[in-house]
């Protein structure tokens, strides 16, 4: 799991939570069912008219699986698993890989090719299109949470407006100035409490792991090529060691050493 997207989530609901209490603790003064409609039907209605329904449907929840967890296995621990691979090719040739348990399931398709003798031209194309799409969907994701972002603050405004029209409309009547005074207030905070706490981290959080993803999967098509060209274990590690930041190419050098 993603720890700090669940501690960020929480310290945020903590604070609002905290912040009601020190005020006296009156949640109930906090909900207004006209607020929330305006809210999350006006943005997800937004959101729907800019994507594809089938687009919010798979961005949606894939999004959220992806914002709270890790991924299992590192550049590092990617590059050390794959020389690993390579010197076990270098002795005892492909078929040995047929039964080799591998953490990763890129890595683990990209060795089940190598294993079965499909060519270089096939491995390359499959894998990179294999990576292109999951990017794809990734970054869809990204966007639909970035989208619903976007327009929550846009129908806080609007339910600002409704509830100040509302409000003026009945200033002869004080009994409906407050319920109109809530609406347009709380519509505000509803939209930017969604949008500053919620969707707007959660797409920035998929844009970091997409970046992690497209790094740590080219590294395994890479390395599963150079295997499958049959190059040396010393070899693949020096070239995979080109996608590690400079700190830990000076760690595994010194280990190495």
């Given at each position: 799991?993603?720890?700090?997207?669940?501690?960020?989530?929480?310290?945020?609901?903590?604070?609002?939570?905290?912040?009601?209490?020190?005020?006296?603790?009156?949640?109930?003064?906090?909900?207004?069912?006209?607020?929330?409609?305006?809210?999350?039907?006006?943005?997800?209605?937004?959101?729907?008219?800019?994507?594809?329904?089938?687009?919010?449907?798979?961005?949606?929840?894939?999004?959220?699986?992806?914002?709270?967890?890790?991924?299992?296995?590192?550049?590092?621990?990617?590059?050390?698993?794959?020389?690993?691979?390579?010197?076990?090719?270098?002795?005892?040739?492909?078929?040995?890989?047929?039964?080799?348990?591998?953490?990763?399931p890129?890595l683990?398709q990209?060795?089940?090719?190598?294993?079965?003798?499909?060519d270089?031209?096939?491995?390359?194309?499959?894998?990179?299109r294999?990576?292109?799409?999951?990017?794809?969907?990734?970054?869809?994701?990204?966007?639909?949470?970035?989208?619903?972002?976007?327009?929550?603050?846009?129908?806080?405004?609007?339910?600002?407006?409704?509830?100040?029209?509302?409000?003026?409309?009945?200033?002869?009547?004080?009994?409906?100035?407050?319920?109109?005074?809530?609406?347009?207030?709380?519509?505000?905070?509803?939209?930017?409490?969604?949008?500053?706490?919620?969707?707007?981290?959660?797409?920035?959080?998929?844009?970091?792991?997409?970046?992690?993803?497209?790094?740590?999967?080219?590294?395994i098509?890479?390395?599963?090529?150079?295997?499958?060209?049959?190059k040396?274990?010393?070899?693949?590690?020096?070239?995979?060691?080109?996608?590690?930041?400079?700190n830990?190419?000076?760690?595994?050098?010194?280990?190495?050493?």
């Open positions: 799991m993603d720890l700090a997207t669940g501690i960020g989530l929480v310290g945020g609901v903590a604070v609002v939570f905290v912040l009601i209490m020190i005020d006296g603790g009156n949640f109930a003064a906090y909900f207004d069912k006209h607020a929330v409609i305006v809210i999350f039907g006006g943005a997800t209605a937004a959101t729907m008219l800019r994507f594809p329904f089938s687009v919010i449907m798979h961005g949606i929840p894939m999004g959220m699986r992806f914002a709270f967890t890790m991924r299992s296995i590192k550049p590092r621990e990617l590059i050390e698993e794959i020389t690993k691979i390579a010197e076990i090719v270098k002795k005892s040739g492909p078929m040995a890989l047929e039964n080799m348990d591998i953490s990763d890129f683990a990209g060795v089940r090719y190598i294993a079965d003798g499909y270089r031209e096939f491995i390359r194309d499959t894998m990179e294999d990576r292109d799409n999951f990017l794809m969907h990734l970054d869809e994701g990204s966007k639909v949470y970035r989208a619903f972002g976007d327009c929550a603050p846009a129908w806080g405004m609007i339910g600002t407006i409704l509830g100040m029209v509302t409000m003026f409309a009945n200033m002869s009547d004080p009994s409906k100035l407050g319920p109109a005074m809530a609406t347009a207030l709380l519509a505000t905070l509803y939209g930017a409490l969604i949008a500053n706490m919620i969707t707007l981290p959660i797409a920035d959080k998929l844009h970091v792991k997409l970046e992690e993803e497209d790094v740590s999967r080219s590294l098509i890479d390395g599963v090529l150079l295997i499958r060209d049959a040396s274990a010393s070899l693949v590690r020096e070239m995979l060691i080109a996608y590690l930041p400079h830990h190419r000076d760690e595994l050098a010194a280990e190495a050493a």
